[in-house]
């Protein structure tokens, strides 16, 4: 019913940036809310930015709270992830999570979730 797709991941230098995109078709709901959630090589999967469709209160973690900026465009349907000055342990694979979770801190409660974009930060 709900398809997410995830592009802008790739190879960069510490201290770089990159965006991300995740396209969300569908039939969605205004009551969404879209996160971006990471998982690192044996670290537990982390929500790391999200914000709901309808009421604009972006909610960033503390991994990389000050260095990203979660946005949403909803004529286009896509949220972005703006990520600058990385560090190697930014290292992971970004995956964009959409749903209705009663907190968007959560990661168990979002319902449709992408293939995941890699993004690897050489030191």
């Known amino acids: 019913q709900v398809q997410v797709v995830e592009s802008g991941g790739g190879l960069v230098q510490a201290g770089g940036a990159l965006r991300l995109s995740c396209a969300v078709s569908?039939?969605?709901?205004?009551?969404?809310?879209t996160g971006w959630v990471r998982q690192a090589p044996g670290k537990e999967r982390e929500v790391v930015a999200a914000?709901?469709?309808?009421?604009?209160?972006?909610f960033y973690g503390d991994s990389m709270a000050g260095r990203i900026t979660i946005s949403r465009d909803n004529a286009k349907n896509t949220v972005y992830l703006q990520m600058g000055s990385l560090k190697p342990e930014d290292t992971a694979v970004y995956y964009c999570?959409?749903?209705?979770?009663?907190?968007?801190?959560?990661?168990?409660?979002?319902?449709?979730w992408g293939q995941g974009t890699q993004v690897t930060v050489s030191s």
């Open positions: 569908g039939r969605t709901s205004s009551a969404y809310a």
């Open positions: 999570a959409t749903g209705t979770p009663d907190r968007v801190t959560n990661r168990d409660e979002y319902t449709y």
């Open positions: 914000i709901r469709w309808s009421f604009d209160s972006p």
